[in-house]
C-alpha cells in the first residue's frame, strides 16, 4: 500500500483554469464589472432623489430593472445602495447610464431654510398651547 501524496500548502504556481465544457454556463461578469466607456459619472450625492420615468425595457439589465421597480417613489441613492447591496459607486455608474438612458430622473433634495418662518413658529407654539 502507497501513502497518499502530500500537497504543497502554497503551491509554487497556481492551477490552471478547467475549460468549460460544452453547454456549461459560467457566471456573467456584471457591466459595472467589466466598465464601460470610462466617461464621466453624473454629479450625485448620498441624498439624491431618484424617481423612475419609464418601467424597465427588456433590454435592461438586473440592476437597472431592480433600480426602476424600487424608484416608483422618490429614494436617494444611499437607500438604492442599501437596499440593493451594492457599494454607492456602482449605483452611481448604474444611475449614470440610466440617466443618460432617460429611464430615471435626479432630484436635488431641498435646502431648509436657516431659520424657520415666524407664522410657522407661531402656529405651533399656539397649537402646543392648546394641549
Do not use: W
Not at 33 to 41: E, L
Request: charged share 20%; glycine share 4%.
Amino acid at each position: 500500500m502507497t501513502p497518499p501524496q502530500r500537497q504543497r500548502r502554497y503551491p509554487s504556481q497556481p492551477p490552471a483554469p478547467e475549460p468549460a465544457a460544452v453547454g456549461e454556463r459560467r457566471n456573467p461578469e456584471r457591466m459595472f464589472v467589466v466598465g464601460g466607456d470610462g466617461g464621466d459619472r453624473a454629479n450625485l450625492d448620498l441624498v439624491t432623489l431618484i424617481v423612475a420615468r419609464a418601467d424597465p425595457p427588456p433590454s435592461a439589465t438586473p440592476e437597472q430593472t431592480a433600480l426602476l421597480r424600487l424608484c416608483t417613489a422618490p429614494l436617494s441613492v444611499a437607500e438604492l445602495s442599501a437596499y440593493l447591496s451594492l457599494p454607492f459607486s456602482v449605483v452611481t455608474v448604474v444611475l449614470t447610464q440610466m440617466l443618460a438612458d432617460e429611464l430615471v430622473e435626479a432630484h436635488k433634495p431641498l435646502v431648509r431654510q436657516s431659520v424657520a418662518d415666524r407664522s410657522l413658529l407661531e402656529a405651533v407654539m399656539h397649537g402646543l398651547q392648546k394641549l
